[in-house]
């Protein structure tokens, strides 16, 4: 669940936090660029794209999360969807270094991708991996994941925490840690019973 619907509830929330920062840093990098304050309007509409594309990566996500998981197994396609995860915290974490707004649009993107890719296959390689009695069980992981990366999200987006003018960059990449986590612990988890017999004919490695 961590790198599965973990990402999801965490990106949900994360964004609510910096948003005065994030507007300012969108003012000051035009001011710098152009030479001239951009107005509300421009402004709003930058912010606008900055939280919308989410839900194009996740379209985007969602629409290769089943292609994806035949093609590879579920295992590789979990891992798969942290690499737009990973992506998506470096152009964050250093848009800010780099002066550049138009970063954080695009890891927002790529952040989308990884929370379409983690919540469906999540689904998919807990329902498949799951014993028949604990079956329900594993099911709500994925709710209970995006709850708790709700929370994780409100609570790291506090002044006290990361939610200061200086430490935004930080809180935008925080998404790389559950991700490197996975990466490092998911290789050890066996692959869905039903994609090895199914997809890959493989009934000994079912069994």
């Given at each position: 669940g961590i790198g599965g619907a973990f990402q999801y509830g965490l990106q949900v929330s994360i964004?609510?936090?910096p948003a005065e920062y994030i507007k300012s840093f969108i003012r000051e990098t035009w001011l710098k660029r152009y030479g001239s304050s951009p107005g509300e309007e421009m402004i709003?509409?930058?912010w606008s794209f900055v939280v919308s594309i989410y839900s194009i990566g996740g379209l985007l996500g969602s629409l290769s999360a089943g292609y994806?998981?035949?093609r590879f197994g579920r295992k590789k396609a979990m891992l798969s969807a942290n690499v737009p995860a990973l992506l998506s915290a470096?152009?964050?974490g250093l848009s800010r270094l780099c002066g550049s707004f138009e970063m954080i649009i695009a890891g927002r993107l790529f952040s989308g991708v990884c929370?379409?890719?983690a919540l469906n296959i999540h689904l998919m390689y807990a329902g498949e991996c799951a014993p028949r009695k604990l079956r329900g069980l594993f099911a709500i992981t994925a709710s209970t994941s995006i709850a708790v990366g709700k929370f994780v999200g409100f609570a790291l987006g506090l002044r006290e925490v990361l939610g200061a003018d200086a430490l935004?960059?930080?809180l935008m990449a925080i998404n790389a840690l559950p991700a490197l986590i996975q990466l490092l612990t998911l290789p050890f988890f066996?692959?869905?019973?039903r994609?090895?017999?199914i997809d890959k004919k493989d009934k000994e490695g079912c069994i």
């Amino acid at each position: 669940g961590i790198g599965g619907a973990f990402q999801y509830g965490l990106q949900v929330s994360i964004i609510n936090s910096p948003a005065e920062y994030i507007k300012s840093f969108i003012r000051e990098t035009w001011l710098k660029r152009y030479g001239s304050s951009p107005g509300e309007e421009m402004i709003t509409l930058m912010w606008s794209f900055v939280v919308s594309i989410y839900s194009i990566g996740g379209l985007l996500g969602s629409l290769s999360a089943g292609y994806l998981s035949v093609r590879f197994g579920r295992k590789k396609a979990m891992l798969s969807a942290n690499v737009p995860a990973l992506l998506s915290a470096a152009l964050m974490g250093l848009s800010r270094l780099c002066g550049s707004f138009e970063m954080i649009i695009a890891g927002r993107l790529f952040s989308g991708v990884c929370g379409g890719l983690a919540l469906n296959i999540h689904l998919m390689y807990a329902g498949e991996c799951a014993p028949r009695k604990l079956r329900g069980l594993f099911a709500i992981t994925a709710s209970t994941s995006i709850a708790v990366g709700k929370f994780v999200g409100f609570a790291l987006g506090l002044r006290e925490v990361l939610g200061a003018d200086a430490l935004w960059p930080v809180l935008m990449a925080i998404n790389a840690l559950p991700a490197l986590i996975q990466l490092l612990t998911l290789p050890f988890f066996p692959d869905s019973p039903r994609y090895l017999l199914i997809d890959k004919k493989d009934k000994e490695g079912c069994i």
